[in-house]
């Protein structure tokens, strides 16, 4: 049921010795589609939100479970060669807690490797977080029509696909006794990719709460038939419909003159489509899968050529030094959308490239990023930076040309508004124009939208504190010298000179970061070498990274708490330049995960020396295994130091 709702895939929701076959040729699922399946989030954040969805998921688990306890076919089943179920998903099915199946055709044929893996752990990550168990399914059978006429389901998808006959398919629904139903505003019937398909459902609900009470009521009829809701693309990617829609007849001509049949038209068709559509089909789909929320990544995106001195000093006076050149790409943007993708948490990154000799390769190189929505400009060259740096990986000298970052204009940031309305989280980079910035900080004050900024460098740093924008933002993540460059703009006072021993370092930090915490939720100084210094509110001998979690209460306080970096000797070092980004990058995956801050740090300094021991500004060895909270668990960790507590009275505003 990935591409669409009925005709597509499969719907077993109850083992076929229960529904009088025979038998099953031996296949290695995963789990069993028992109760929801989701295309969308929907259903997932119903969970969470409405509790009558949660009540319907519960009453649905305990009749299944009932029927596999008082069932010898269905334990033979469960515990036989035929069927695998995952010991937590059996667990939950015997408890009566709420299952989500998620249907895999689009991440083992639409996707390629690693997005793929991304955005399955991403999608159960989601249904997890919204307190139900997931239960991804593989190598099921094609009855998606007949099995919703016969099963108590509720399936959330996303609209037929478009090669089927959708006429016939709600004629054929109707007569097994399934109820239909469009979400949203229009009751109009979606055909995937695009939010019209000519025909008109049966039922409509307009938001969570209607099909909530929609789901309680079809099912509580216990007339044994199943509950279809279709949900449309988001409006703002609906102008692809007829693009994506043209390449589909495109890629069914080319399926027919290969005469490609059967089982296999839907993975040719689903690859042809990210071909014939350069990721758009693929994007859409992404968003579908996560119900239109989704990370947005404001930023730059850099060719680098890196230039790596072989000896310990660097000679001037036009003389040649040995060393090393090699091209990676980078800008800060790119880099947090990077290491965000490699950790299962894929945004969607809004940047500027020009159609030029770069932009082949920088594709290429990001194929495992949503790049999709990137301007792709003529006339425009791709931003690209040089730096030399010394044998020890320290920035000597950098020389870049990014006027194109100009381009990321609030005008082209606009277009996403709903995307960004609706976003977990949203970051942007210092290299994004001031009238973006202040657009940005408009909608989250209007949303409460949690908005990170990453400085970038000294000069761009202080950007969205040249007015008062500054004061919708959530998180920044400064190194000290971008931490001065703030408060001089905002006209605090400022040390003679910056300090270099580590406790100096510290204090110099959390009097710099002070006069911010009257507005901003957490400021996390990047100490280099040093590692990591959190300021922000404490309950419980925990910084709080979470907006809203300790606001109103009284025993919360303001202190900081410095993370001392994983010992990474200079030999080791491959490129510094990527560290920073990797830093917050994995701090925010496992915010987003919902981990304690000490585990979401630690992520980040996991990312971070991963980074620079690499030549690339983030490591390709970045992942869900290498950056997790499994691993976080396994190494022994330095003693966290927390320095002081900061007086209220020491804050402006408080």
Request: hydrophobic residues 40%.
């Given at each position: 049921m990935t591409s669409g709702c009925p005709g597509t895939a499969p719907v077993p929701t109850q083992p076929p010795s229960m529904r009088g076959h025979p038998q099953i040729p031996p296949c290695d699922l995963s789990c069993w589609k028992w109760q929801c399946l989701g295309l969308t989030s929907i259903t997932s954040r119903t969970i969470h939100r409405h509790k009558m969805i949660r009540k319907t998921m519960f009453s649905l688990g305990r009749h299944?479970?009932?029927?596999?306890?008082?069932?010898?076919?269905?334990?033979?089943?469960?515990?036989?060669?035929?069927?695998?179920?995952?010991?937590?998903?059996?667990?939950?099915?015997?408890?009566?807690?709420?299952?989500?199946?998620?249907?895999?055709?689009?991440?083992?044929?639409?996707?390629?490797?690693?997005?793929?893996?991304?955005?399955?752990?991403?999608?159960?990550?989601?249904?997890?977080?919204?307190?139900?168990?997931?239960?991804?399914?593989?190598?099921?059978?094609?009855?998606?029509?007949?099995?919703?006429?016969?099963?108590?389901?509720?399936?959330?998808?996303?609209?037929?696909?478009?090669?089927?006959?959708?006429?016939?398919?709600?004629?054929?629904?109707?007569?097994?006794?399934?109820?239909?139903?469009?979400?949203?505003?229009?009751?109009?019937?979606?055909?995937?990719?695009?939010?019209q398909s000519g025909f008109q459902a049966p039922y409509h609900v307009r938001d969570e709460e209607e099909a909530a009470k929609l789901i309680d009521s079809a099912l509580g009829l216990g007339l044994g038939s199943g509950v279809l809701?279709?949900?449309?693309?988001?409006?703002?990617?609906?102008?692809?419909?007829?693009?994506?829609?043209?390449?589909?007849?495109?890629?069914?001509?080319?399926?027919?003159?290969?005469?490609?049949?059967?089982?296999?038209?839907?993975?040719?068709?689903?690859?042809?489509?990210?071909?014939l559509t350069d990721g758009k089909s693929l994007d859409s789909s992404i968003l579908l899968l996560n119900g239109g929320k989704k990370k947005v990544v404001i930023g730059g995106i850099n060719v680098d050529f890196i230039a790596k001195a072989q000896n310990p000093d660097i000679l001037g006076g036009g003389q040649t030094n040995a060393g090393r050149v090699r091209r990676t790409f980078g800008g800060v943007g790119r880099n947090l959308a990077d290491c965000l993708s490699r950790l299962g948490r894929a945004p969607l990154l809004l940047s500027a490239v020009g159609k030029d000799e770069h932009l082949e390769s920088v594709l290429h190189y990001c194929h495992h990023m949503d790049m999709s929505s990137i301007l792709q400009l003529e006339g425009k060259s791709t931003a690209t930076y040089c730096a030399v740096i010394t044998s020890a990986g320290e920035l000597s000298v950098g020389l870049g040309d990014m006027d194109i970052h100009h381009q990321i204009t609030e005008q082209y940031v606009s277009q996403f508004k709903e995307s960004l309305c609706q976003a977990p989280l949203v970051c942007m980079d210092g290299n994004v124009p001031l009238s973006t910035i202040q657009y940005v900080c408009q909608l989250a004050?209007?949303?409460?939208?949690?908005?990170?900024?990453?400085?970038?460098?000294?000069?761009?740093?202080?950007?969205?504190?040249?007015?008062?924008?500054?004061?919708?933002?959530?998180?920044?993540?400064?190194?000290?010298?971008?931490?001065?460059?703030?408060?001089?703009?905002?006209?605090?006072?400022?040390?003679?000179?910056?300090?270099?021993?580590?406790?100096?370092?510290?204090?110099?930090?959390?009097?710099?970061?002070?006069p911010l915490l009257a507005h901003l939720h957490c400021v996390v100084v990047t100490l280099g070498a040093h590692g990591v210094?959190?300021?922000?509110?404490?309950?419980?001998?925990?910084?709080?990274?979470?907006?809203?979690?300790?606001?109103?209460?009284?025993?919360?306080?303001?202190?900081?708490?410095?993370?001392?970096?994983?010992?990474?000797?200079?030999?080791?070092?491959?490129?510094?330049?990527?560290?920073?980004?990797?830093?917050?990058?994995?701090?925010?995956?496992?915010?987003?995960?919902?981990?304690?801050?000490?585990?979401?740090?630690?992520?980040?300094?996991?990312?971070?020396?991963?980074?620079?021991?690499?030549?690339?500004?983030?490591?390709?060895?970045?992942?869900?295994?290498?950056?997790?909270?499994?691993?976080?668990?396994?190494?022994?960790?330095?003693?966290?130091?927390?320095?002081?507590?900061?007086?209220?009275?020491?804050?402006?505003?408080?």
């Open positions: 299944v479970s009932s029927m596999a306890r008082g069932t010898t076919q269905v334990r033979r089943l469960l515990h036989g060669g035929y069927v695998r179920i995952h010991p937590s998903v059996q667990e939950a099915l015997v408890e009566g807690r709420p299952v989500v199946a998620l249907e895999s055709t689009i991440i083992t044929h639409g996707m390629a490797y690693p997005l793929n893996l991304s955005m399955a752990r991403e999608v159960e990550e989601i249904v997890r977080t919204n307190g139900a168990v997931p239960a991804t399914v593989a190598l099921d059978v094609s009855a998606d029509l007949t099995e919703l006429g016969r099963t108590p389901v509720a399936v959330v998808a996303a609209g037929a696909k478009s090669i089927l006959d959708i006429g016939r398919t709600l004629e054929y629904l109707e007569t097994q006794g399934v109820c239909v139903a469009a979400f949203g505003e229009s009751r109009e019937f979606p055909a995937f990719f695009s939010r809701i279709a949900v449309p693309c988001p409006q703002e990617r609906a102008a692809q419909g007829q693009a994506i829609e043209e390449a589909i007849q495109q890629a069914l001509s080319q399926a027919r003159s290969k005469g490609i049949t059967g089982k296999e038209v839907t993975p040719f068709l689903l690859q042809k489509l990210v071909e004050r209007e949303h409460q939208l949690a908005v990170c900024y990453e400085p970038t460098d000294e000069n761009k740093a202080s950007k969205p504190f040249l007015s008062d924008s500054w004061k919708a933002l959530t998180y920044i993540s400064p190194n000290l010298q971008e931490l001065r460059a703030i408060n001089r703009t905002l006209g605090n006072p400022l040390p003679a000179e910056l300090p270099s021993r580590l406790e100096d370092v510290v204090q110099a930090a959390v009097a710099l970061a002070c210094l959190l300021c922000g509110k404490s309950l419980g001998g925990s910084i709080s990274l979470y907006p809203g979690t300790h606001e109103q209460t009284a025993a919360a306080r303001l202190c900081a708490a410095h993370y001392p970096a994983i010992p990474i000797g200079r030999e080791e070092i491959g490129n510094v330049s990527g560290a920073g980004d990797s830093l917050m990058a994995g701090m925010l995956a496992g915010m987003l995960a919902k981990h304690d801050t000490g585990t979401c740090v630690r992520m980040g300094l996991l990312a971070a020396s991963l980074s620079l021991r690499s030549y690339e500004p983030i490591s390709p060895e970045i992942s869900t295994s290498s950056v997790s909270q499994e691993q976080v668990q396994s190494r022994s960790w330095p003693e966290v130091k927390r320095p002081l507590s900061l007086a209220e009275e020491q804050i402006p505003g408080v």
